[in-house]
């Protein structure tokens, strides 16, 4: 069973552009999360997506958004990129919104802003 | 979700057990314990999960002491590739109805390196 998939691995933009993340989860998981990770504040929670709906929101500005699809695949959007929103991007999926799952995290895609 | 306090490195001889310690004196009734690590470059793994019980998986053991307010996290024979940062994370499920909420607070984690 394959993974969970991030594309693009790499990416570099400037400031003021935006960006789109794509995430497919594992094969039959219904669930999508994204973090952020940077050397300075470490892992943080982005949201959270199950059947299509955002479900769980962390403490981030409102240029971070999400969207999860039917298939259950999902894109994060930056918009008007910063500095500081150079960072690792962590995607992960569970099967079923249920308690004590265990999340599968992708390998991450990192952004760089220049 | 409650605190936890790890050290922030450890060094370990391969081939030797590995014991990580986790402090969460705050933790509540109905939060879980869970570990994860996060081996350079990748996303974080999951190790393992516990409530009150010990609990033994295929990659490691975690002993929670009775008052819950530690637990330690024991890889029985490290190899190399278990270099990471090791993360202890307590958390309570939020349900709703259809489902539940699933937000990981990850701190900074222990660094384990394992020496050949």
């Known amino acids: 069973k394959a993974g969970v998939t991030q594309t693009p691995r790499y990416l570099i933009k400037t400031r003021g552009q935006q960006v789109t993340l794509s995430c497919s989860p594992i094969s039959g998981h219904r669930s999508v999360s994204w973090y952020q990770q940077t050397p300075g504040q470490g892992l943080q929670f982005l949201f959270e997506?199950?059947?299509?709906?955002?479900?769980n929101k962390g403490n981030f500005p409102g240029r971070f958004s999400g969207r999860q699809f039917s298939n259950s695949r999902s894109e994060m959007n930056v918009s008007t990129l910063e500095l500081g929103d150079s960072a690792l991007y962590l995607c992960?999926?569970?099967?079923?919104?249920?308690?004590?799952?265990?999340?599968?995290f992708g390998s991450g895609t990192q952004l760089s802003v220049l | 979700d409650a605190k936890t306090t790890q050290p922030p490195s450890m060094d370990c001889a391969e081939g030797r057990a590995a014991n990580l310690p986790c402090n969460h004196s705050t933790i509540s009734g109905n939060e879980y314990v869970y570990w994860y690590r996060q081996i350079h470059s990748q996303g974080p793994q999951y190790i393992i999960h516990g409530l009150k019980n010990n609990e033994t998986n295929e990659m490691a053991s975690l002993i929670i002491t009775e008052d819950r307010k530690s637990s330690t996290l024991i890889l029985p024979h490290a190899t190399l590739r278990d270099t990471a940062v090791y993360y202890c994370i307590v958390r309570v499920d939020r349900s709703f109805s259809g489902g539940s909420n699933y937000k990981l607070t990850f701190g900074k984690g222990t660094l384990l390196t394992v020496n050949p």
């Open positions: 997506y199950f059947s299509e709906t955002q479900r």
């Open positions: 992960a999926s569970r099967q079923r919104q249920a308690a004590n799952e265990k999340l599968f």
